[in-house]
């Protein structure tokens, strides 16, 4: 009698989430990303496709394309803004010139670790800036790390601030990303990712700036020597949707989304991390010259960084500015709390 009555309880129970799930419509998402299938980042988002699965008795998935087979940053963003793509993952710097606020985060020297720029990021400042897409025809679903920016180059090692000096280093296509490195002396080239490994190869450029995660999953430590920890600057991801996309969605399969979104954002950030903390390792194991910008050294560099700190602290707002430094102000205050 016990083992029918077992029998009956999983059928019923496999009824009811069998309804559950008549409600969803099957849907597999097209993500683009342009970083390598073993990058954390596209381990996180194929982590994201399986929590979708779960919570939807497999209708949504996710179909990850990797390595920038559907098109750079910008491309799929504005693929996304059409309704010709569904997700994408770009760097927060994307968005400014759609949302000028959102430049606030890649201010140099602002991020002191990866504790502060969660708090920030997932309280209200993050989640106010992510209400400015839908405008946009983006839906913003978190905030994922990217991690400290470090500069690598083939020619020397870096160990004072003057040592950027006559560089030729790629940056993001973004005019703080340019100004902030000519301020430092080198010679900024804007450039999509997606060309980076072979202008490094054939000396188009002399080096770049990422974190550990990416120089060692996107292999640049072939095409490069020195590897110097500058911290300069703290870069985030943002995980969007088209709104296209989102519109289309009923309430419950929006709510499926936005959990797995935040399940995966939690997943990607302690992936990364455990990743970043053995690919120093792993870089200097394959023949990286690593060096590390003393305390005085990052000081000076902050020193010279001044005038793009006011200039573009205005150009996205000083009232965000003000925000977010108050944010973080706050964040340090109760960190200092907590340790007492």
């Keep these: 009698m016990k083992i029918r009555s077992m ?15 008549a409600q969803i419509k099957e849907h597999a998402f097209k993500i683009g990303t342009g970083l390598t299938d073993d990058h954390p980042q596209a381990q996180a988002l194929k982590y ?4 979708l699965a779960a919570a939807s008795g497999g209708k949504l998935t996710a179909r990850v394309y990797t390595g920038g087979s559907l098109g750079n940053d910008l491309s799929m963003t504005s693929a996304l803004r059409g309704g010709t793509l569904e997700m994408t993952i770009p760097d927060s710097s994307t968005l400014v010139s759609l949302v000028k606020p959102f430049g606030v985060l890649n201010l140099p020297l602002s ?23 839908p405008e946009k025809g983006l839906i913003g679903l978190g905030f994922w790390e990217n991690g400290f920016r470090h500069v690598t180059n083939s020619r020397r090692p870096v160990q004072r601030a003057e040592d950027l000096s006559g560089l030729k280093l790629r940056v993001i296509q973004s005019p703080l990303f340019l100004d902030t490195f000519n301020a430092l002396g ?31 999953a996107s292999k640049f430590y072939e095409v490069q020597k020195h590897l110097v920890l500058s911290r300069h600057m703290y870069s985030a991801w943002v995980l969007l949707m088209s709104k296209k996309t989102w519109d289309g969605l009923s309430p419950d399969e929006q709510k ?12 990607e950030r302690k992936t990364i991390r455990a990743f970043s903390e053995t690919a120093l390792a792993d870089l200097k194991k394959a023949g990286m010259q690593i060096t590390e910008l003393p305390p005085a050294e990052q000081a000076r560099m902050r020193s010279k960084l001044q ?10 707002g000083e009232d965000t500015t003000a925000e977010m430094n108050a944010e973080l102000a706050k964040v340090r205050g109760s960190t200092t709390a907590d340790s007492k």
């Design 7 to 21: 029998g009956l309880a999983a059928v019923l129970l496999g009824a009811l989430a069998g309804s559950a799930f």
């Design 111 to 133: 991020f002191n670790n990866e504790k502060e720029a969660d708090a920030v990021l997932d309280g209200p400042f993050g989640q106010k800036l992510l209400a400015k897409l």
């Design 256 to 267: 499926i989304v936005k959990d797995a979104a935040r399940e995966a954002t939690l997943y």
């Design 186 to 216: 080198a010679n900024a080239t804007p450039m999509p990712f997606t060309e980076l490994y072979t202008a490094m190869e054939q000396a188009a450029v002399d080096g770049q700036e990422n974190p550990p995660a990416t120089i060692l």
């Design 307 to 316: 005038p793009v700190l006011a200039k573009f602290s205005k150009e996205y």
């Design 48 to 51: 994201f496709g399986e929590r």
